[in-house]
Structures are given as C-alpha cells and as structure tokens.
C-alpha cells in the first residue's frame, strides 16, 4: 500500500479559491535504467491521477516517466460545497490508490 | 579495507600537525543548518508536513513502530509506549555509549540492537526502506530539541578519533572534511553552496537520490567525492565521526526529515 498525505482546508468560505495538496510515495520507476547485470528494470510509474469533488472529476493528470519519485501534485479549485474531495491514483502493474478529505463549505 | 582504516588511527595524530592548514572550528554563533542555503520552494517543502516527502517514511515508521516483530511477539511500543513521550530527544543524544558493545552506538544501531535483544528479530540492513522508516519516525520525536551529546567520559577517545578523522586529507584528491565543512563553507563547489556539514535533518529525504538517506549514506557521498575508500555501512570510524559531527552541532535544532536538494 502506498502512503498519501492530503493537504485540503477544512473549512472554506462558499466561492472561495482553495490549494489542495497531496502527495504519495511511490518508486516512479522510469523503465530506462538497467540494473548491475545490465538487465532492463521494468517500467513501474503511476499513470493518472484524478480528483473528484463530490462526485464530480475537477481535475485530472496524466503521468509520465519524467516524474520524480513520489510525486507531489497541487491545483486549486473553487470550493463550492460541503462533502468529499477525493482522489485516485493508477499506474503500473495494476497499481490503485484512493484518498479523501471532508470539506465544510460555509 | 582495514588497512587504511588502522593507518588512520595511528597516523592521524602525525598527520594533523604535519598537514592541516588552518583547520579551526567554526563560531558557535556563527554555525548554520544547510536549511538556511536553501530555495525557498525547498524551505517550504519540509516546513509542510503534507509536503514534505520525508513524512511518507515517517508514516512507515510510525507503523513499524506498533507492528509486533520476531519471536518476543512484541513491537516497540509494547516496551516504550507513545513514541512521542519516550523518543522525545533520544535522536539528539545519539551516537551514546553502549556498554556491551564498549563503545559509541548510533541511532540505527541502537534500534537493530533492541529488535535484537528485546523482540528477538533480525536486524533491519543499513539503508532498508524499514531502518530508515522506523530511525525517521524515531527521530522526528526529537524536531526542535537542541542536538544533545551526552556528556560521558567514555565517549572522549572516540570523539577524538572522529575529530582527527574529520581533519586528516584522504583520498586522491588529499582533501579533509574540515577544509570543505570549517574552511571553505558558504562558498561555492561546482554551482552548489558549501555547508558546514551540520547533521540536523537525518535520515534527510534529498530531492537528488529521490528518497530518503542516513547520515552514513552522505557521509560516503562525501568520501567517494574525495576519491577515498568509503566504510562499510555501520563501520566503527563512521560512528566515530557520527559523534564527532553531533558534537560539532550541539545545541543546533534537529530537523528530521529535513529535505536538501
């Protein structure tokens, strides 16, 4: 299991312009490295990350093997309603990862 | 491998005063953690623990620290309680005295001895992603205690040995650390600022090696720079300069998991 860290306010005023943070550990193993024996090291990175706001997609990424290990994505939104931002990551070798955060939107 | 390392404890008293130039140690007012050399985007990822890539590990470390290991069916916790309470301030008193060893034992070695003695588990290897989840976790109950060393009679010939270790030239390139770290810090090598090489922040999470890493692993960073002849990890000399390093930053702010570029 990875491990995430998730930075979103708890509370917000209605319309307000939020930063959401997260975070998660993962290897981003690029495929183009070799090991001692110079065996190719497979390709083992996440692909996609998506964000939901209650349900709906506000933001989406597509991951390459460019990025660095455990990667770290920020945006904004506008905070709109009390609920659930919720986020997943997906990747490699059937790699899945969910999280979330409550909002109270005031 | 043991050859240079006896020749350094027998030629380093005459190698100091033959080969040492300047050598003096830094100010105490005047000491800097390498957190003051950096960007401020990099300052700003290990203020925020929800950004700082160091407390991923750390949430590893914190579930080493209840999962029961080896034959005792115990975890740390079972013995030392709330690590919060009981690890308070046990990183900035390390490397201590250990009295069965008869010597200096770091921080790593000092949590491989208790799953050793205590929960009756194998030690966790240098550098594994478990020793440096669980030394993270323990040290980061330390952030913001002044760096410690212990003031024990016993540690003096090894406090010694790694001060003259730190101040004798090795390597083909004929260089101290103290001719980088007290002579030449704040200046520039090859683009980057030169610290004063104070052990704040370990294990650091360091954006180059894209994960986390113990004291050792920079301290052989250093070495294979100077082209010398690195230790095996948890070699006696290490330790020695471990002390030497945690009492040249005495008093200083432990940071773990500091992150450095």
């Known amino acids: 299991m990875a491990r995430t860290l998730i930075n979103v306010p708890q509370k917000a005023k209605r319309g307000e312009v939020i930063a959401i943070k997260t975070l998660i550990s993962h290897v981003m193993e690029t495929g183009f490295r070799h090991d001692n024996m110079g065996k190719a090291i497979p390709r083992d990175i996440i692909t996609s990350f998506v964000c939901t706001y209650n349900g709906e997609e506000i933001f989406r990424a597509a991951l390459h093997p460019a990025i660095a290990a455990n990667p770290f994505i920020t945006f904004h939104t506008v905070a709109t309603e009390s609920g659930t931002i919720a986020f997943r990551w997906t990747g490699d070798n059937g790699f899945s990862q969910d999280a979330s955060a409550k909002i109270t939107v005031g | ?261």
């Open chain 2, 1 to 261: 491998m043991s050859g240079p390392a006896r020749l350094s404890i027998f030629a380093a008293p005459l190698l100091l005063a033959a080969l040492v130039s300047a050598g003096a140690e830094i100010a105490l007012n005047e000491r800097r953690s390498a957190y003051d050399d950096m960007s401020r985007d990099n300052k700003a990822m290990q203020d925020d623990d929800t950004s700082n890539p160091g407390m991923l590990a750390v949430l590893d470390g914190e579930a080493l620290w209840a999962a029961k290991a080896g034959a005792s069916g115990k975890s740390c916790a079972d013995c030392h309680g709330g690590a919060k309470a009981s690890m308070k301030g046990v990183a900035a008193r390390h490397p201590s005295f250990d009295a069965s060893a008869g010597r200096p034992v770091n921080l790593e070695q000092r949590i491989n001895t208790s799953r050793v003695q205590h929960q009756q588990a194998s030690p966790f290897a240098y550098e594994s992603k478990e020793m440096l989840a669980l030394s993270a976790y323990v040290a980061m109950q330390s952030r913001g205690e002044p760096i410690a060393p212990p003031d024990d009679p016993r540690l003096k010939p090894f406090l010694d040995r790694g001060r003259a270790q730190f101040n004798q030239r090795q390597g083909q390139l004929n260089l101290s650390c103290g001719q980088c770290h007290d002579d030449n810090w704040g200046k520039s090598l090859a683009g980057n600022t030169v610290p004063q090489g104070h052990p704040t922040g370990y294990p650091i999470y360091r954006l180059e090696w894209q994960g986390l890493g113990s004291l050792q692993r920079r301290l052989r960073n250093c070495m294979i720079g100077m082209r010398a002849e690195s230790y095996a990890y948890g070699a006696p000399e290490y330790v020695d300069m471990e002390l030497y390093l945690m009492w040249r930053a005495r008093g200083m702010k432990v940071e773990t998991p500091a992150v450095r570029p």
